[in-house]
């Protein structure tokens, strides 16, 4: 199944903003991450489809995964 | 810092200057101070711009000592835009020379002479206060450039803005960076019309031959200063991801969240967030010489802030903040960002608060004074402010008054105060802090996003009203402690997850002061500084019916999850149970 992700900030470096990226049906948040190239350590907020999301939450076809670094403002 | 100075401005023969001890305020800063003063000597029911008001100028109790991140300045009133007590604090260089010139206050009081132009001088020889008339109406960069040439660039100016002379309800007040760019404000309020009522138009400040604050105990201010910025900079939201971006990598993870507030609070998400985000103002900083990491005083660790220069590489604005970005932005349907940044300049240099005026702006927008996305106009609008045409002075006043003025029940207001940049449907635990604050709607009053969309200090789930109260009732509490101690509020993303940080801010106090203050006693003043404020309200008219979300926030859904606010109107007024 194809699923969009897209990494944010520091997330960046040397990676991509957004990018479709297959992964086998019942895959999870977790692998995505892994397929984004991205260390579990900083994968520290993910929203799937604008929802915060655990690493074990499976993933469907079309979901859109956004990745974030630790960031703060405010 | 053990000295209070009140000026009188309405006093025969001129304004008269008066020292006293700290006394009974002794223990209390910044924000603890100029609500423990307002509430002490203000009578509730006064108006805000009358004689009987006073406006209190205070740093923190650290403040000008070699402790990292301690330069905010409070400023304290009733507020004219709320009609309840008022705490507005700044960055800038205010606080650490004010601190170091030995005054833990000073105190405008008095009604002044009509036509009146104070400009104040501080220095180590004492206190001077002058009629200038020449400085009347200049916006606060001419200003200070005027500044500039009398008394050189190592002075801390605060300051208003035409704004503030007209004495309008979202006027700031500006304090000066380490350039000497008037770029921190204290900005929420309508403080700078309460300055402006005083007929004070600048403090200007010189600390030189002053040095650096002693602590008791030097040895145990060292180690405690050291694992402190340690704990800073270990950090990765204080250590790494502010620097880079600036308060405004926010921009994406709000929006993704669907908690980004776009076209005057209708929707949760705007198309144009990642052309105005903070990893595009970083980019564009670099390319054209600008500075993405800055600091906006002396002994920042942090470095949020950064210098943001126009398409021929001249200075322009700082980097414009999340707020303003999201104000200005997202809110307006602007996604140009240029237009942000010289709306950014326009708010600084009139002295107006830019989470009021994107908010207002955003009003206009809906009443068809002019179109969503209108850049141009809305630059235009701005600047109607600093001409006090009749049309300037309604937007000047805030988004409140400037919904009545057009009709419009959508005015996204707490106690008259425009909500910054997360909506209550989508981020509940914030719509808790908006709507119960003694400020009116304010995110830094307990701010609990870091802990609804950051995972900073725990998680709870924005879009259910559970654990909401709680945490914005605990943010509240701790933010009261840490608004008194100078230090920057950003060091709660360190203190919220690092135990050893607060302990070292604790530690830091504790040695500077010869004190052996615990976790209990900064939630003691937290809950002290919170209780005055809102006694101060309740004698000043405010009922529970105050600490509530417009209806509309209630009935209309907002996309994409399309939520309302959940929290119930009981538990709303359990928030200070404690």
């Given at each position: 199944m194809q699923i969009a992700v897209k990494l944010f900030a520091t997330l960046r470096d040397g990676r991509f903003e957004s990018a479709p990226i297959e992964l086998p049906i019942g895959a999870l948040v977790s692998d995505a991450i892994e397929a984004a190239g991205v260390p579990p350590k900083d994968a520290a907020v993910v929203f799937v489809n604008g929802r915060h999301a655990e690493p074990g939450r499976p993933l469907s076809p079309g979901d859109a995964v956004a990745i974030f670094p630790p960031v703060g403002g405010g | 810092m053990d000295t209070i100075v009140r000026i009188d401005v309405g006093a025969q023969g001129g304004p008269k200057v008066r020292k006293e001890p700290v006394g009974s305020y002794a223990g209390y800063g910044g924000r603890a101070l100029t609500s423990m003063m307002v509430a002490r000597e203000?009578?509730?029911?006064?108006?805000?711009?009358?004689?009987?008001n006073k406006l209190v100028i205070a740093p923190g109790l650290l403040s000008g000592t070699a402790a990292g991140q301690s330069g905010r300045l409070s400023v304290g009133c009733k507020s004219p835009l709320t009609g309840g007590i008022k705490e507005a604090n700044a960055g800038g260089q205010a606080a650490q020379v004010m601190a170091r010139l030995g005054y833990a206050a000073i105190v405008l009081e008095g009604a002044a002479p009509e036509g009146s132009c104070f400009l104040i001088y501080v220095n180590k020889d004492g206190i001077g206060v002058e009629n200038a008339p020449q400085y009347k109406g200049l916006e606060n960069y001419d200003l200070i450039e005027e500044i500039k040439k009398r008394y050189g660039e190592k002075v801390a100016c605060i300051s208003i803005g035409p704004a503030g002379e007209q004495r309008l309800a979202a006027a700031s007040i500006a304090c000066t960076d380490m350039e000497m760019h008037p770029t921190r404000h204290a900005g929420r309020g309508g403080v700078g019309a309460v300055m402006g009522a005083k007929g004070v138009k600048i403090i200007v400040m010189d600390d030189a031959g002053m040095p650096m604050r002693q602590p008791k105990d030097a040895e145990k201010f060292k180690a405690a200063n050291k694992a402190w910025v340690e704990g800073l900079k270990k950090h990765p939201v204080t250590g790494s991801g502010l620097p880079a971006y600036?308060?405004?990598?926010l921009t994406n993870i709000i929006n993704e969240s669907g908690g980004f507030p776009t076209y005057n609070f209708k929707q949760g998400q705007f198309d144009g967030a990642s052309k105005i985000s903070g990893e595009s103002y970083a980019a564009m900083m670099v390319k054209r010489g600008g500075q993405p990491t800055h600091g906006c005083h002396r002994g920042c660790v942090i470095q949020c802030s950064g210098i943001y220069n126009d398409a021929d590489g001249k200075?322009?604005?700082?980097?414009?903040e999340y707020e303003t970005v999201w104000a200005h932005g997202a809110n307006c349907g602007i996604d140009d960002m240029d237009a942000i940044a010289m709306l950014d300049r326009l708010d600084d240099d009139i002295g107006l608060d830019t989470i009021e005026m994107g908010a207002t702006v955003a009003v206009a927008m809906e009443a068809g004074v002019l179109k969503f996305g209108d850049a141009k106009g809305a630059i235009e609008l701005i600047k109607e402010i600093g001409k006090g045409t009749p049309l300037g002075r309604i937007i000047g006043s805030g988004a409140a008054v400037t919904a009545k003025a057009f009709g419009l029940e959508r005015a996204p207001v707490v106690k008259g105060q425009a909500m910054p940049a997360y909506d209550p449907r989508a981020i509940m635990g914030i719509g808790v802090t908006y709507a119960t604050s003694p400020m009116g709607?304010?995110?830094?009053?307990?701010?609990?996003i870091a802990t609804n969309i950051l995972k900073v200090g725990g998680y709870v789930d924005?879009?259910?009203?559970?654990g909401q109260i709680e945490l914005s009732r605990n943010l509240q509490i701790a933010t009261a402690a840490i608004d008194a101690t100078g230090m920057c509020l950003f060091i709660a993303f360190a203190v919220l997850d690092q135990p050893e940080t607060f302990q070292a801010m604790l530690d830091l106090l504790n040695a500077f002061y010869g004190l052996s203050m615990t976790n209990d006693d900064v939630v003691a003043l937290g809950k002290a500084v919170l209780k005055a404020e809102r006694d101060f309200n309740a004698a000043a008219g405010f009922t529970k019916e105050a600490d509530r979300l417009p209806e509309y926030f209630k009935r209309e859904a907002i996309a994409?999850?399309?939520?309302?606010?959940?929290?119930k109107d009981e538990d709303l007024d359990k928030v200070f149970n404690w």
């Open positions: - | 203000v009578p509730p029911l006064c108006h805000p711009l009358g004689p009987e600036g308060t405004n990598v200075f322009l604005s700082k980097q414009p709607a304010d995110h830094t009053a307990g701010y609990a924005p879009l259910k009203p559970e994409p999850h399309n939520v309302t606010f959940g929290i």
